[in-house]
C-alpha cells in the first residue's frame, strides 16, 4: 500500500466533489479525488441530464401532436425509443468531458478511480493508496432508496440508474413514487406513447403547494397519466403486478421504483473517523463539517435538500473553509427547487401554508396569473401563476407554476440571498413581450392594494393636481 498525503483528500467526483476539486486545485491547494465509479456522478450520469434529455424528445413528441392550434396540422409521432435513449446518452456524452479525469488532471488533482473508506480518523484507503490529509470533503451523493416491499426484490424492475440503458419502450409503465423523479419519467414516458400508472403512496408531488402541485397534475392525467394517490404499495408480484394496501391490483409491462434516496455511506466505513450518520445522511453543522472536525459532507450525503446546484453552492463553502481558512456557513432559504414536468414547478423559500404558519397576519400574498403574460399567449401557454409570499416588504418564499418556471425562479434566488426587497423586483424592467416581466408583475400586485386602494393617497394626488400649474 503506497501511502499519500495532500492538503484537501474529495471522496465522489459528482457535481459537489468535482466543484471543491476544481476550485481548491486551481487555488493552488494540493488535491487528491476519489472516484469509485463514473465521473460526473449522478448528475450527468443517471440523474439531471438524461433525465432532462429525455424529457425534450418527449417535449418534440408532444409539440407534433399539439401543432393544431398553431394552424399546422397535427400528427402522431412515430417514436423510436431506442433512438431517443441514443439522443440521452449523446447528450451524456457532450458533457462529459467537462467533468473527465483529463481536465481535473489538467487542474492539477491526481484522481484516483477507486473506493474510499475510513481507517482513522484522519486516513482514507482507497485501492493500493492510504491517504492522510489535512481536510476530507465526502461528497459520496446518494442512491435509489428501494423499499423492502414484499416481492419487489424477486421481480425485474428500473430505477434510476438503470432506466437509461433500457432500449425497448415500455408498454405500460408502473411508477412507484409521484415525487419528482416519478413525475417527470411519468410524463415523459406517457409522450412517447408508453402508458404510465404512478403509484404514490401519501400525495403526488406532496412537497409543493397543493394548488400548483394539482395544476401539474391535471396536465399530467390530461395527456393520460394514470395517477393513483394515497395507494401504498403493500406488495409486488410478477408481471409485475403492484398491490396496494386498499387491496387494488396494478398490471403493467415495467417497473421504476421511485421512492427516494438514500445517503451513499456504505463504502465509507464513517465509524472508524468519528462521522455520526442519521437516516437522512452525513451530521453536518451550518460550516458543513461533520463530528470530525476535519472532515466536511456536501450535497446528497449531507442530508438535506438533493439538487445539484445545492452540491455546487456547498462546495463553495468549504473551498471557502478548507482552502481559505474563511468563516463560511450554508443557507437554505434562496436555494431553489423546480421539477420540470410540463407546466413545470418551481419553488423557493417557503410555500403559502409554511410562511402562513411562520409569519401569520404580517404575510401578504400577491400573485399574478400567467394568462396575463402577452408572451406566453402568444406560445397558447397561459396556464400558471406566480405566488410570492411577503413580509413587511421581502419575499420569504416564491411558488411558480407554468412555463419555464424554473428559468423564472432564479431571479427570487437574487432576491432572497440579498435580502432584496419587493421594490427592488418592481425597479427592474423587462423587454417586452417576454416571460421574464411576470417577476416584475407579481411585484407590481404586491404594491398595487398600497398604491391603488389607497384613501390617503387618493387625497394626496387630488390635492397635488389642484396646486399643479
Ligand atoms: C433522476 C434524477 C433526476 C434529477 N434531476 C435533477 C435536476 O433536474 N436538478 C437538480 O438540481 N438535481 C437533480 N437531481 C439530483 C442530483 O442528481 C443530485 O442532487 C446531485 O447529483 C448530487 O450531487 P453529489 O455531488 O452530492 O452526488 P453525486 O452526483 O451522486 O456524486 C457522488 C459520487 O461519489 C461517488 N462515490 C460514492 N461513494 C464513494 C466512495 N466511498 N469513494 C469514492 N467515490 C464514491 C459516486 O460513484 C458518485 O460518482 C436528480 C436526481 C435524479 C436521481
Ligand atoms: N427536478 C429536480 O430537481 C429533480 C428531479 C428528480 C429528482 N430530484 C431529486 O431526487 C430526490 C428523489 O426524488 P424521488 O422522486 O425519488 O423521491 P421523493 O422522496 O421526492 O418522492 C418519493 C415519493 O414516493 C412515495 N412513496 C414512498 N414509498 C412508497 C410506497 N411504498 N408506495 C407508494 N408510494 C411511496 C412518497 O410518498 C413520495 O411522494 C428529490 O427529492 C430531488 O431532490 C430532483
Not at 120 to 135: H, N
Not at 174 to 201: K, N, S, Y
Not at 215 to 221: Q, S, T
Not at 277 to 294: E, F, W, Y
Request: net charge positive.
Amino acid at each position: 500500500m503506497q501511502a499519500l498525503t495532500c492538503d484537501i483528500l474529495v471522496i465522489g467526483a459528482g457535481s459537489g466533489g468535482l466543484s471543491v476539486a476544481a476550485g481548491a486545485a486551481q487555488m493552488g491547494a494540493d488535491v487528491i479525488l476519489l472516484e469509485g465509479h463514473e465521473m460526473g456522478g449522478d448528475c450527468l450520469n443517471y440523474g439531471c441530464v438524461p433525465s432532462k434529455a429525455l424529457i425534450a424528445a418527449a417535449t418534440r413528441a408532444q409539440a407534433m401532436r399539439g401543432a393544431a392550434p398553431y394552424g399546422i396540422a397535427p400528427v402522431e409521432p412515430q417514436v423510436d425509443y431506442a433512438a431517443a435513449k441514443d439522443h440521452v446518452a449523446e447528450v451524456i456524452a457532450q458533457i462529459a468531458p467537462v467533468d473527465s479525469q483529463e481536465r481535473f488532471e489538467s487542474f492539477g488533482v491526481r484522481v484516483i478511480r477507486a473506493w474510499g473508506r475510513f481507517v482513522s480518523e484522519t486516513e482514507v484507503e482507497a485501492g493500493d493508496y492510504r491517504i492522510t490529509a489535512r481536510r476530507v470533503v465526502v461528497a459520496t451523493g446518494s442512491s435509489p432508496l428501494v423499499p423492502p416491499i414484499p416481492g419487489l426484490d424477486a421481480v425485474p424492475y428500473l430505477t434510476n440508474e438503470t432506466l437509461w440503458s433500457l432500449k425497448v419502450r415500455p408498454s405500460h409503465l408502473l411508477i412507484i413514487g409521484g415525487g419528482p423523479i416519478g413525475m417527470e419519467m411519468a410524463q415523459a414516458h406517457a409522450r412517447l406513447g408508453c402508458r404510465v400508472t404512478v403509484i404514490e403512496g401519501a400525495r403526488a408531488l406532496g412537497r409543493d403547494d397543493p394548488e400548483a402541485a394539482a395544476l401539474v397534475l391535471a396536465r399530467l392525467k390530461a395527456e393520460g397519466v394514470e395517477v393513483v394517490e394515497g395507494a401504498q404499495v403493500v406488495s409486488v408480484g410478477a408481471g409485475p403486478r403492484i398491490t396496494v394496501a386498499d387491496g387494488r391490483v396494478f398490471d403493467g409491462s415495467h417497473l421504476l421504483v421511485a421512492v427516494g434516496r438514500r445517503a451513499s455511506v456504505d463504502w465509507l466505513n464513517p465509524d472508524a473517523a468519528g462521522i455520526a450518520v442519521t437516516k437522512a445522511g452525513i451530521k453536518v453543522d451550518a460550516r458543513l463539517k461533520t463530528s470530525n472536525r476535519r472532515v466536511y459532507a456536501i450535497g446528497d450525503v449531507a442530508g438535506g435538500m438533493q439538487f445539484t446546484h445545492l452540491a455546487g453552492y456547498h462546495a463553495g463553502i468549504v473551498v471557502r473553509s478548507a482552502v481559505l481558512g474563511l468563516p463560511a456557513k450554508a443557507r437554505t432559504e434562496h436555494i431553489p427547487r423546480a421539477t420540470y414536468t410540463h407546466p413545470e414547478l418551481a419553488q423557493i423559500g417557503l410555500t403559502e401554508a409554511e410562511a402562513r404558519a411562520a409569519h401569520g397576519a404580517r404575510l401578504a400574498v400577491a400573485r399574478f396569473d400567467f394568462h396575463h403574460n402577452d408572451r406566453l399567449l402568444t406560445e397558447r401557454h397561459g396556464a400558471g401563476f406566480i405566488k410570492a409570499m411577503v413580509v413587511r416588504g421581502r419575499p420569504v418564499g416564491v411558488t411558480i407554476v407554468g412555463a419555464q418556471a424554473g428559468e423564472l425562479v432564479a431571479l427570487w434566488s437574487l432576491v432572497m440571498a440579498n435580502g432584496l426587497k419587493m421594490s427592488a423586483v418592481s425597479a427592474m424592467v423587462s423587454p417586452y413581450p417576454t416571460v421574464s416581466e411576470i417577476n416584475k408583475r407579481v411585484a407590481g400586485a404586491y404594491f398595487t392594494p398600497k398604491l391603488f386602494e389607497n384613501d390617503t393617497l387618493k387625497a394626496v394626488v387630488r390635492l397635488i393636481q389642484r396646486w399643479m400649474p
